[in-house]
């Protein structure tokens, strides 16, 4: 998986330094050439369905709040919390949509983000068979809501781990894709 994230980057960087764009052509004409522009035009149309998907389901916009995906020694956690400490219509949302995915997490049902990813993500297939080995607890934040999400079972962590790796690829947000042992 990094060597095939390095060689997109790769080879997205030759987008901004082909000729035409140093000589001073505008930017779309050396995205045009750019031998991996198809690829950009995908990856951000689905990103917009991403964000798209999700404000239909969490019932806030993506652009009024902030996503993180977290991950820790025991686990996560999904948090969302409000742009504006003033905005209570999104705070209260948020809170309503996590406490709500927690509980649907709880039962193994994993159809929110199945809706937003237009697919299964990764890890919930091991996270539905090993419910019993994971715990999720709702949790009020500042300006909104966190969704901890634990275990001591080390397949299930491994799953869960997945599962927000996926997150933060998926939502941009980001977030450190390695463990935190801060805690």
Same mark, same amino acid.
């Given at each position: !998986? @990094?060597?095939? *994230? ?21 930017? &779309?004409?050396?995205? @045009?050439?750019?031998? !991996? =522009? @198809?690829?950009?035009?995908?990856? &951000?149309?689905?990103? #917009?369905?991403?964000? *798209? ?6 019932? /806030?916009? =993506?652009?009024?709040?902030?996503? =993180?995906?977290? !991950? ?6 999904? +948090?969302?919390?409000?742009?504006? #400490?003033?905005? @209570?219509?999104?705070? +209260? ?6 406490? =709500?995915?927690?509980? $649907?997490?709880?039962?193994? &049902?994993?159809?929110?983000? $199945? /809706? ?15 419910? &019993? ?5 709702? +949790? ?18 491994? #799953?869960i781990h997945d599962f ?20």
């Amino acid at each position: !998986m @990094k060597i095939k *994230r390095l060689a997109v980057v790769s080879a997205g960087l030759l987008c901004f330094v082909t000729p035409a764009y140093a000589q001073g052509s505008n930017k &779309d004409d050396a995205m @045009k050439n750019c031998p !991996m =522009h @198809k690829d950009h035009a995908t990856a &951000d149309s689905h990103h #917009a369905v991403v964000e *798209r998907h999700g404000d239909e389901v969490m019932g /806030f916009s =993506h652009d009024k709040t902030t996503h =993180h995906f977290r !991950m820790s020694a025991d686990g996560g956690a999904i +948090e969302a919390t409000a742009n504006d #400490a003033n905005d @209570k219509t999104s705070t +209260e949302a948020i809170c309503s949509h996590l406490s =709500h995915i927690a509980v $649907m997490f709880v039962d193994g &049902d994993f159809s929110t983000p $199945m /809706f937003v990813h237009d697919g299964v993500s990764p890890g919930v297939t091991t996270m539905k068979l090993l419910k &019993d080995k994971i715990r999720y607890k709702y +949790e009020e934040i500042a300006s909104g809501g966190r969704v901890r999400i634990e275990s001591n079972d080390p397949v299930a962590l491994a #799953a869960i781990h997945d599962f927000l790796t996926f997150q933060v690829l998926e939502h941009q947000t980001g977030d450190a894709l390695a463990v935190d042992t801060s805690h």
